[in-house]
C-alpha cells in the first residue's frame, strides 16, 4: 500500500508562516512530488511541484512566498509558507507520482489564514 501523509497545517494570522510536510512511502522510481490546495467552492490547483531531476514549478499567486523543498533519505516533501495570506486559506494536499505505481494522494492538511 502506498502511504502519503501530510501535516503541519493549522491556524495562523496574515503575514505569518507555517511549514508543511508530507511523508511518502519508499518506492522507486519518483517522478514528481507537488503540493495542491482545495478552497471551499473552488476546484483542487498546484502550488508547486518538484521533479525527480530538481526542476521546481510554482504558480502564480505563490510565487516568492512559498517553497518546496525534499529530504530524499527520509521521504519527506517540505512546503514552506510565508508572507501567508487570507486567500492562502484551503486544505493543502500532497501528491506524489512514481513512474511504474501511479500517483497518490494525501489525506490534507487544513491551513487557516486569518485577516
Known amino acids: 500500500q502506498v502511504d502519503v501523509v501530510e501535516s503541519g497545517g493549522g491556524l495562523v494570522e496574515a503575514g505569518g508562516s507555517l511549514r508543511l510536510s508530507c511523508t511518502h512511502t519508499?518506492?522507486?522510481?519518483?517522478?514528481?512530488m507537488g503540493w495542491y490546495r482545495q478552497a471551499p467552492g473552488s476546484q483542487r490547483e498546484l502550488v508547486a511541484r518538484l521533479t525527480a531531476a530538481g526542476v521546481i514549478e510554482y504558480s502564480d499567486a505563490v510565487k516568492g512566498r512559498f517553497t518546496i523543498s525534499r529530504d530524499k533519505a527520509a521521504n519527506k516533501l517540505y512546503l514552506q509558507m510565508t508572507s501567508l495570506k487570507p486567500e492562502d486559506t484551503a486544505m493543502y494536499y500532497c501528491?506524489?507520482?512514481?513512474?511504474?505505481?501511479?500517483?497518490?494522494w494525501g489525506q490534507g492538511t487544513q491551513v487557516t489564514v486569518s485577516s
Open positions: 501528491n506524489v507520482l512514481w513512474a511504474m505505481r501511479g500517483a497518490s
Open positions: 519508499n518506492i522507486a522510481n519518483l517522478n514528481v
